[in-house]
Nanobody, 123 residues
C-alpha cells in the first residue's frame, strides 16, 4: 500500500508560479512512473505531466514550456514547477504513482492517487 501526501497548491495571479510536491510512503518494491493530473469543474481528469523511473518526461501540450516535472528517487517525491500560470490552469491537481505488482520490471502495476490540491489562477 502507498500513501501520497500532496502540498503546494493555492491561489496565484496570472503569470505567477507555484510548486506542487507529492511524497510517497508505504510498502512497495519500487516506483515506476510518477505524475500529475488535473480536473477542472465539469471536465474530465487529464494528464498534466509524468516522469518515468528513468527520467523520461511527458507533458500535455497546454503546459509545455511552462511546467516542469522532476522527481527525487531518494525521497520518493515528485514535483511540478508551474510557471506563467494562466486562469485555464485552475483545477484540482492530483498526484499519481504507479508501482509494480510483483517486483521491479513487472508490467502489472498498481495505481495510487493523492487527495488532490486546489490550484486557482486569477486574472
Amino acid at each position: 500500500q502507498v500513501q501520497l501526501v500532496e502540498s503546494g497548491g493555492g491561489l496565484v495571479q496570472a503569470g505567477g508560479s507555484l510548486r506542487l510536491s507529492c511524497a510517497a510512503s508505504g510498502s512497495f518494491f519500487s516506483i515506476n512512473s510518477m505524475g500529475w493530473y488535473r480536473q477542472a469543474p465539469g471536465k474530465q481528469r487529464e494528464l498534466v505531466a509524468a516522469v518515468t523511473s528513468g527520467g523520461s518526461t511527458n507533458y500535455a501540450d497546454s503546459v509545455k514550456g511552462r511546467f516542469t516535472i522532476t522527481r527525487d528517487n531518494a525521497k520518493n517525491t515528485v514535483y511540478l514547477q508551474m510557471n506563467s500560470l494562466k486562469p485555464e490552469d485552475t483545477a484540482v491537481y492530483y498526484c499519481n504513482v504507479r508501482t509494480p505488482v510483483h517486483g521491479p520490471g513487472d508490467s502489472y502495476q498498481y495505481s495510487y492517487w493523492g487527495q488532490g490540491t486546489q490550484v486557482t489562477v486569477s486574472l
